[in-house]
């Protein structure tokens, strides 16, 4: 399976990415939503992308947005983890089309009951 980290902070894909390597993923990054779809245009298709809110040149929610309308990216699962917590932003982010969202901080446990409740929990490692 593979996962699709975007966020301009490196430590924090790197943090994603221990994550989702330890559930069985092979992980790719990106540094904003540009660069990542820049990614899918070459033909990657992750099975999940885990996207930041807050990111330059392209935010995480505007990438969600071209993702959900793009049909060659429709049937990936976008799960926003950002630092937004506020009701209203996790409502847009939703409504974008994401399927789910995670507030920072948070726990390897966190994501790994995301990854369960989306069906995409994978084989640990």
Not at 18 to 42: P, T
Not at 53 to 69: Q, T
Not at 82 to 102: F, K, M, N, P
Request: charged residues 20%; aromatic residues 4%; glycine residues 6%.
């Amino acid at each position: 399976m593979l996962a699709l980290v975007v966020d301009d902070s490196r430590a924090m894909r790197m943090i994603l990415r221990r994550i989702m390597a330890s559930h069985g993923y092979d992980v790719l990054e990106a540094g904003d939503g540009q660069e990542a779809l820049d990614l899918l245009a070459e033909g990657i298709r992750p099975d999940i992308a885990l996207v930041d809110w807050n990111m330059p040149v392209m935010d995480g929610l505007a990438f969600v947005a071209v993702c959900r309308s793009t049909a060659a990216y429709r049937d990936i699962t976008l799960m926003m983890v950002t630092t937004e917590s506020e009701r209203a932003q996790i409502v847009r982010a939703l409504a974008a089309g994401a399927h789910d969202y995670v507030i920072k901080p948070f726990t390897p446990d966190t994501i790994a009951a995301k990854l369960q409740v989306l069906g995409l929990a994978g084989a640990p490692r």
